[in-house]
């Protein structure tokens, strides 16, 4: 979890000079995750809980170079179909800098080639699977212990 918020960090380190990028104003910095928080896997849902706390204890001492993290979490009730609406929503409306987290490899290969497509950076699937690291791709960063 540490490398997760430490990958983190160092990217929305960056921020000050990205006065361009989709989600990043003057005073905030837009993030996205999903993760279930009803049905059978709503146990997982405390990753994404968790980050959200992360992210409110960061607001609470000064933000990121005086920006607030805006936490977008959605709960896709562990369903592939949900993820990719939920993503595609909240990246097509309000505009996400990044993506953290996600739980589970379905899920996010629902929308591992949405997100490649609009170049927006992923840090830290929340999935063990190879399919995050081989073959490498650009903005997807996962620091999960692979299952094999």
């Known amino acids: 979890m540490l490398v997760l918020f430490v990958s983190l960090a160092f990217l929305l380190s960056l921020a000050p000079n990205l006065f361009a990028e989709e ?17 059978p896997g709503a ?7 968790g ?9 609470d001492n000064g933000g990121i170079h ?9 709960d896709d009730g562990y369903n592939p179909a949900k993820t990719k609406a939920g993503v595609k929503e909240l990246q097509e409306g309000t505009g996400m800098f990044a993506w953290v987290g996600g ?21 830290g699937p929340s999935a063990g699977s190879l399919h ?9 960063f996962a620091v999960y ?3 094999a």
């Open 23 to 39: 989600g990043v104003t003057d005073t905030e910095i837009h993030i996205g995750s999903w993760g279930p928080q009803t049905g």
């Open 43 to 49: 146990a997982w849902g405390a990753v994404p809980r």
């Open 51 to 59: 980050t959200g706390a992360y992210f409110q204890w960061i607001n």
């Open 66 to 74: 005086g920006r607030k993290i805006v936490y977008h979490m959605f």
């Open 103 to 123: 739980v589970g490899t379905s899920p996010g290969l629902a929308v591992r080639d949405y997100l490649a497509k609009k170049n927006v950076p992923w840090v």
């Open 132 to 140: 995050w690291v081989e073959p490498p791709q650009k903005n997807l």
């Open 145 to 147: 212990p692979l299952y």
